[in-house]
């Protein structure tokens, strides 16, 4: 079985690139507040805090 893979190049006008910076930014922010949040949990209380039920 071959595994089929696509590259597409994208050429944002200045406020698509400025809105995907800011999409970037957001996404590491909160990226970054869900691994504090499973790190305190762990360190609190031995939780080890997963996505799902």
């Known amino acids: ?4 893979s696509y590259k597409y190049r994208l050429r944002p006008n200045r406020a698509q690139s400025a809105a ?6 957001d996404f ?3 990226y970054n507040a869900c691994l504090q949040q499973r790190i305190e ?3 609190r209380r031995g939780l080890s805090l997963r996505y799902g039920p």
């Open 41 to 43: 949990a762990y360190r």
């Open 1 to 4: 079985m071959s595994v089929r």
């Open 28 to 30: 590491c922010g909160l």
């Open 20 to 25: 995907l910076d800011a999409m970037l930014r």
